[in-house]
């Protein structure tokens, strides 16, 4: 909501400045987040009249303008605008004038011939181009034929003005209009608010006779006002209120459109004018729509509705849809004599689904959603009325058709005085909350140690007693709470043990050079096709979203993989062709007889081409073994120890012959491998991509060792290399548990180091060599002593084997 501080000041005395109104109002809960000046870096620019237009002679797309601010002298400016005539009032910036942004204007030749000054656009004034005529958005701004001379633009347009941004929570849709604003003024500088007129001249015309109102659906319309005026001209509305829609971010259309508008910004309750003549047999269904029902909207697009909208209609059809917009064939044009004037009570839920269904969001809308003052929507329509009056000189005709089915009962809620002490902490004297609650426009009865509280039609947020604490409190002040040591009860605030690991594993991850990414829950069914998953594949089993936003968007996942390669698809596509990245997120699972799923937080991860090449360190590719690295550091930080890679056949999305089960203690925790050519083809991924997937709650299951001390060694120790022929499909993983078993307690580490397949070596064969470190904690090893084990360790390979020493 943008509050005009110069429109405020009509229905409160304001006695101090913008800027401590708005920490006023902010201190009191309305939070404002700016606030603008209007005219701020504007000076030196003048209303003025263009006298004469030439072509210029060495440019075809430029003409000259003879100008004249005082009506007299004249001023040559240049310019390239076609939107310009002889005789239009435009503004004008002069020689030395200084234009928003910091701009300077400046004599200047353009294309050889003299420019004292320029013309401006709306743009150039900083006045937003959407508030503006369409015809005026791309050239100059045109102001009206009887607009005087030589006059501050400033002024004139009314940018001497200050423009408050409220920030609203969503309960406060009365502050959604001036009024609603300076009551709160009014409340927190103890003055009154003043009015606006609303008491139209009524004609001879009885309105009952006019038009009939009729409301099927009394669950989605409580009420609808309906007044009828006569006799209107359409024409632009006066610069008073052009101002102060622009002001309010609402461009001007004409001056019946216009008074709707201004109506709802002054009193919050949306209007619409519908052209009288257009309606058939002057009559109005208030009813739901009918299954695929049509309407083309005001902005020209064919909407389908459906029997969960409301529609307002006439014995033929649709001519607007409740609270978001009407009807492209009964709204007010320049044709128009007649107008019926709508104001009435939608139901905030039904109107925010159809709003959302039909992709149609507008002031209106904003306001009905939040909910509006059912009261007013009388006092908005008699205003609407006086101002049609006024402006379009209609003949207001006499009465105003109220259809009401269940007029609303007055709210009463019981306050004790007691109670405010005990929540807020301070003790607030009974007289101040009840001159509180009185300045708010609440009705108190005072009945002793509990006060009556009646509320008011506009503030449908306040229901029980605690609402009515809270607004004595930001009116007493929050700054007069005193502050208190905590007492009661406490609790240490720490994070859950599954917070910590997924914190840990993000530190580790990051530190390994990954990138963390966060993709959206919901992916299209496609995937498991893209996957290269089976018909059967159970991660096929997915829930279907009932709202999707989109089809890409329509089911929850169940593999995390997808969303992934998505991210290094998207890169791809954009140029960067390597990629490490991860996530921790969630999969959705079915549960059979339950309507929640079962929903698991997942660890992925996917690599792809080679790491960044600096000058003292080659590019690596991010292979399987690069990510078999990052994993083996991963288990070391969070303390899993024994883990192994074993190969696996169960994974469709994976190369056959490139793909590992994780385990630990023979409990399969995950799964790392290359991606399958037919998945990279699907992702359009020119190169290898290494991909691995975990659940949290197996990393969190998995026995993890905390760290020990342990001293350094004293003694030192022993390396031995250690190679052997073997058949190739020898997994080294069994050499080294072998190796472990076989070694005892003095061997400290094994490590491979080469594995060779080729000429020296006979076919179906490789060479594996591993380097086995030997230190004891209590004595200096001999020689003898790691001999001994070696050949204990090469006996045991060749027997379990057939291992040979390579010579």
Not at 442 to 465: A, H, N
Not at 738 to 756: E, L, R, T
Request: proline share 5%; charged share 25%.
């Amino acid at each position: 909501m943008q509050v005009s501080y110069k429109w405020l000041q009509e229905y409160v005395d304001l006695n101090i400045s913008p800027r401590e109104l708005a920490d006023r109002l902010t201190m009191a809960g309305v939070a404002v987040e700016n606030v603008n000046y209007l005219g701020e870096g504007i000076s030196n620019v003048v209303t003025g009249q263009i006298v004469k237009i030439d072509p210029h002679p060495n440019a075809d797309k430029l003409i000259i303008c003879q100008v004249t601010t005082d009506g007299e002298n004249r001023i040559q400016i240049v310019t390239g605008a076609t939107n310009v005539s002889e005789g239009d009032k435009v503004p004008v910036a002069k020689e030395g004038a200084k234009l928003p942004g910091g701009i300077v204007i400046k004599k200047s030749k353009l294309r050889g011939e003299e420019s004292r000054g320029m013309l401006c656009s709306g743009q150039e004034l900083a006045i937003d181009s959407k508030l503006m005529p369409p015809e005026q958005q791309s050239g100059i701004m045109l102001l009206p034929e009887d607009a005087p001379l030589n006059v501050d633009i400033v002024e004139y347009l009314g940018l001497d003005d200050h423009i408050l941004e409220l920030d609203l929570t969503p309960n406060r849709g009365d502050c959604l209009s001036m009024i609603g604003v300076a009551r709160e003024v009014a409340a927190l500088l103890g003055v009154e608010v003043r009015m606006p007129q609303c008491n139209p001249t009524e004609g001879e015309a009885d309105v009952s006779g006019l038009a009939k109102i009729d409301i099927e659906d009394a669950d989605l319309c409580r009420r609808y006002v309906a007044r009828v005026v006569q006799n209107v001209k359409i024409g632009p509305s006066p610069q008073w209120m052009q101002q102060r829609l622009r002001a309010a971010g609402v461009r001007p259309i004409n001056n019946i459109v216009d008074v709707t508008n201004y109506v709802m910004m002054e009193l919050g309750q949306p209007l619409h004018a519908f052209d009288y003549d257009k309606l058939a047999d002057r009559h109005i269904i208030v009813r739901r729509a009918k299954a695929d029902e049509k309407i083309v909207s005001l902005d020209g697009f064919e909407r389908k509705l459906n029997e969960n909208m409301l529609a307002i209609c006439d014995p033929k059809g649709p001519v607007a849809v409740a609270g978001v917009m009407g009807g492209l064939d009964s709204e007010v044009t320049d044709n128009t004599t007649n107008v019926l004037i709508e104001s009435a009570y939608f139901n905030p839920v039904s109107v925010r689904r159809t709003s959302k269904a039909l992709a149609l969001r507008s002031e209106s809308s904003a306001r009905f959603e939040k909910g509006i003052d059912i009261g007013g929507c009388v006092r908005a329509a008699h205003r609407a009325a006086y101002l049609m009056q006024q402006l379009a000189g209609g003949s207001v005709a006499r009465g105003v058709i109220d259809n009401y089915p269940n007029p609303l009962v007055e709210k009463t809620v019981v306050l004790r005085p007691a109670r405010v002490e005990y929540l807020l902490g301070v003790a607030v004297p009974k007289e101040d909350i009840i001159s509180i609650l009185n300045s708010l426009q609440f009705k108190v009865q005072d009945q002793g140690e509990e006060l009556l509280v009646t509320v008011p039609s506009f503030r449908p947020d306040v229901s029980i007693e605690v609402d009515l604490i809270e607004e004595v409190a930001r009116m007493y002040g929050y700054n007069q709470v005193p502050d208190t040591s905590i007492y009661g009860i406490t609790t240490q605030g720490k994070r859950t043990e599954s917070q910590r690991l997924v914190n840990k594993i993000k530190n580790v991850l990051v530190g390994c050079g990954l990138t963390e990414v966060v993709t959206y829950g919901f992916v299209s069914p496609k995937v498991y096709d893209m996957m290269n998953l089976p018909e059967d594949s159970v991660f096929r089993n997915a829930l279907v979203l009932q709202n999707p936003l989109s089809e890409e968007q329509s089911i929850m996942r169940t593999v995390p993989v997808p969303s992934l390669l998505e991210v290094l698809q998207r890169n791809h596509n954009r140029q960067i062709h390597s990629g490490a990245i991860f996530e921790i997120g969630k999969v959705y699972y079915p549960v059979e007889g339950q309507d929640l799923p079962d929903e698991r937080a997942t660890l992925a991860m996917a690599f792809s081409g080679s790491t960044v090449e600096s000058w003292n360190k080659p590019a690596v590719a991010m292979d399987f073994y690069y990510a078999k690295g990052v994993l083996e550091v991963l288990f070391n930080k969070i303390g899993i120890k024994d883990v192994r890679y074993v190969p696996f056949g169960g994974a469709p999305s994976f190369h056959p012959g490139r793909v590992a089960a994780v385990e630990v203690n023979g409990k399969m925790i995950g799964v790392l491998g290359e991606l399958h050519p037919n998945v990279l083809e699907s992702y359009q991924l020119p190169h290898r991509a290494v991909a691995c997937k975990f659940d949290i709650q197996d990393l969190m299951d998995a026995e993890r060792q905390q760290p020990k001390f342990q001293s350094l060694p004293k003694f030192p120790a022993v390396e031995r290399d250690l190679a052997l022929i073997v058949k190739q499909s020898v997994p080294v993983q069994q050499m080294i548990d072998v190796i472990n078993k076989a070694a005892g307690k003095i061997m400290k580490s094994v490590k491979v180091f080469d594995v060779y397949v080729g000429s020296q070596v006979a076919e179906g064969y490789k060479s594996v060599a591993f380097s086995l470190l030997f230190q004891a904690s209590d004595r200096t090893l001999t020689d003898q002593e790691v001999s001994s084990q070696i050949k204990k360790i090469s006996k045991a390979l060749n027997a379990e084997f057939d291992a040979q020493l390579r010579s």
